[in-house]
């Protein structure tokens, strides 16, 4: 298989195996007008086996959703063909409009304008709870 180097993007790598597509819905790379290449599976030595996402554009990511689908991911910022920025990644304390709150009695059903906003509750069990009304996140 032969997936072409970007010359300004952004590369996702070292994501879990499995959890590529997951971060493709929640980053809102369908929306892109751009080459978008979600790798997976792909042999890792350090891993085992991974995914990788490549994004021909020089796009800002949200690192929180990153961190909250898996925080032990790599971000690579590309230009003119060379590696200039490497981020790694944290399991966020906050998450802001990335997931929303499943609870029909929550304030944020009725209120519509409202930020879904969870806290991180347990660190080593990756475990959020909404702010308004403790729900866990699903």
Do not use: W
Not at 45 to 67: R, T
Not at 90 to 108: A, D
């Amino acid at each position: 298989m032969n997936i072409d180097s970007i010359t300004n993007g952004v590369v996702i790598d070292h994501i879990t195996a499995g959890k590529g597509m997951r971060l493709y819905e929640l980053l809102g790379l369908d929306e892109l007008d751009c080459s978008i290449a979600i790798i997976k599976n792909v042999t890792s030595n350090k891993m085992g086996k991974k995914d990788i996402i490549k994004i021909d554009a020089d796009i800002p990511v949200n690192l929180d959703v990153i961190g909250y689908v898996d925080p032990d991911v790599t971000v690579n910022i590309i230009k003119n063909g060379k590696l200039v920025d490497k981020h790694t990644i944290e399991i966020p304390e906050l998450l802001t409009n990335v997931i929303k709150c499943k609870n029909p009695r929550c304030i944020t059903s009725c209120e519509q304008e409202l930020d879904h906003v969870f806290k991180l509750t347990d660190k080593q069990n990756k475990i959020y709870r909404c702010l308004y009304c403790e729900a866990q996140a699903k």
